[in-house]
């Protein structure tokens, strides 16, 4: 049986209100001239730790970063409801780093991604299943389009 996840989110989101708030209060704590992170004036490029990021990356790393929790979350047994679609959706409109890779293929892809995000969000059961085959698709994309991500999206596969 699943357990009830208001435990679980509200522990996560106090650790994660502390966290944030404790960023929150370095980072005003910095001078200017020490910030990691700045927005360029060029086309949807920011910096981070002194690498430069599209748009498209940051959503990926973002992306990454929720889909952790979420592994963490349906390997402890919790039932798990997310609403992260609106924002996923941007994959099909963000700016990425290389342009010349978002074509039809990479189109196609994000379309089945997204797809499979729905069928998550609504899954009743399986969640562990849903979330693979989810993730399936971010494999297929990366192994075509840019590989780097791949070894760290197959670390996030739930084994059965």
Request: neutral net charge; aromatic residues 8%.
């Amino acid at each position: 049986m699943a357990k009830d996840n208001t435990d679980i989110w509200t522990m996560k989101g106090l650790k994660w209100s502390i966290l944030v708030a404790s960023c929150f209060f370095f980072a005003c704590s910095q001078p200017a001239s020490e910030s990691k992170e700045e927005q360029l004036p060029t086309d949807s490029m920011t910096v981070v730790n002194g690498v430069e990021r599209t748009e498209l990356a940051l959503l990926m790393r973002k992306m990454y970063d929720e889909m952790a929790l979420v592994k963490d979350s349906i390997k402890e047994g919790f039932t798990v409801k997310t609403n992260f679609l609106n924002e996923f959706k941007r994959i099909q409109t963000a700016h990425a780093t290389e342009p010349e890779k978002i074509d039809a293929t990479y189109k196609a892809m994000a379309d089945a991604f997204l797809i499979n995000y729905e069928l998550f969000e609504s899954s009743q059961g399986e969640q562990a299943k849903a979330f693979n085959s989810m993730l399936q698709n971010c494999l297929v994309c990366h192994e075509n389009k840019c590989p780097g991500p791949v070894k760290a999206i197959k670390k996030l596969r739930i084994k059965p």
